[in-house]
């Protein structure tokens, strides 16, 4: 999927978005999440309403409150539509994309070395792939096991 870049309008959109999700999740209301979050009430007011854009040092502990991983979440938010971010936040799956960003750049460069450099960006879209269906041949596998074990149990 190639990205295309977003107007100031459909980021304000998405990132109101992503706090409205952080509130859900949290359980607070956004009053309570602004106060935990140490955020300013008349400041995350402002920017719900377009009134004054997000800065990350705003974003990034409200998305924390929430007991979801900041970074990347806000990395989704910019990147994916907000019904495939609520599937992502609402899962655990968002703690996996997590510990996969983080890994990702370190695990590369080990891998690659002196060739780092000779990565192509449109590969990118074969790696991820790449990765998403093994990790489906994973996740069946791992199913199946969980089957046959809980049959020879009974």
């Not at 977003?6 to 009053?31: C, D, F, I, Y």
């Not at 990350?56 to 539509?81: D, N, R």
């Amino acid at each position: 999927m190639q990205h295309t870049s977003l107007t100031p309008e459909q980021v304000q959109a998405r990132l109101n978005g992503l706090v409205g999700l952080a509130r859900s999740l949290s359980g607070l209301s956004l009053r309570q999440l602004a106060l935990k979050a140490g955020v300013n009430k008349d400041t995350l007011s402002r920017c719900l309403k377009g009134n004054r854009p997000y800065e990350v040092s705003t974003i990034l502990p409200l998305v924390a409150v929430a007991g979801l991983p900041p970074v990347t979440c806000l990395m989704l938010a910019l990147t994916i539509e907000t019904d495939e971010l609520d599937a992502w936040l609402s899962t655990g799956a968002v703690g996996f994309l997590d510990t996969l960003m983080a890994s990702v750049p370190g695990a590369v460069a080990v891998e690659l070395g002196n060739n780092l450099g000779e990565l192509k960006s449109k590969w990118g879209i074969g790696a991820a792939r790449l990765v998403g269906k093994r990790l489906a041949d994973h996740v069946a596998e791992n199913e199946a096991r969980d089957r046959n074990l809980a049959i020879a149990t009974q």
